[in-house]
Nanobody, 115 residues
Framework: QVQLVESGGGLVQAGGSLTLSCTASASIFRLNIGSWYRQVPGKERELVATIYNGGITNYADSVKGRFTISRGNAENTVYLQMNSLKPEDTAVYFC?????????WGQGTQVTVPS
């Protein structure tokens, strides 16, 4: 069983920056994907960014050029550096990984960017 714990959310003014951290209970991110999703009430959870075990990254169009996903050296942490934040980035952000055949999610961390 893998536990994921997110941290780093908060309230930030538009144009500001935040870094989210996802810490896993084991060094899983060397061999497994790490992803960040976000969700606002009444909407489906949206994939924001993914880092694959080879280091390749992928981003939603809405965050390209503003967000950066990365892995920590210990390979049990995935980060999401968020710059130039906009009110539409307001959401609960969830960390995710997939280790066959299971999906694992963190509890989420709130990011609020007032308009």
């Amino acid at each position: 069983q893998v536990q994921l714990v997110e941290s780093g959310g908060g309230l930030v003014q538009a144009g500001g920056s935040l870094t989210l951290s996802c810490t896993a209970s084991a060094s899983i991110f060397r061999l497994n994907i790490g992803s960040w999703y976000r969700q606002v009430p009444g909407k489906e959870r949206e994939l924001v960014a993914t880092i694959y075990n080879g280091g390749i990254t992928n981003y939603a169009d809405s965050v390209k050029g503003r967000f950066t996903i990365s892995r920590g050296n210990a390979e049990n942490t995935v980060y999401l550096q968020m710059n130039s934040l906009k009110p539409e980035d307001t959401a609960v952000y969830f960390c995710h990984t997939y280790i066959h055949p299971n999906h694992y999610w963190g509890q989420g961390t709130q990011v609020t960017v007032p308009s």
